[in-house]
């Protein structure tokens, strides 16, 4: 299973869970089984119409930024980072 690391301000969701081992071979899936083991979740990483990232939200799969988001594979022994964009300039 993948190694899910959680964001601090989603922690409160995971029961304060820092990495979770969760299946799945794309992002979209791995998302989605995440939030059946943690309800409420998807809404947090998902656009309204769950096709996407929330804007600002890059999905980081072992070391390298997904340039194909919720289409991504991941792999059994992978290890995936939420981030949210940092903003300044």
């Known amino acids: 299973?993948?190694?899910?690391?959680?964001?601090?301000?989603l922690q409160q969701?995971?029961?304060g869970k820092q990495q979770i081992q969760v299946e799945g071979t794309t992002v979209r899936r791995l998302i989605n089984n995440l939030e059946l083991l943690h309800p409420g979740i998807k809404d947090f990483l998902c656009d309204e119409m769950q096709e996407d990232l929330v804007p600002g939200l890059a999905v980081i799969i072992d070391g390298e930024v997904s340039l194909l988001g919720m289409l991504d594979k991941v792999k059994e022994d992978s290890e995936v980072h939420f981030l949210p964009a940092i903003g300044g300039g």
């Open 1 to 9: 299973m993948a190694e899910v690391w959680i964001p601090p301000k």
């Open 13 to 15: 969701l995971t029961d």
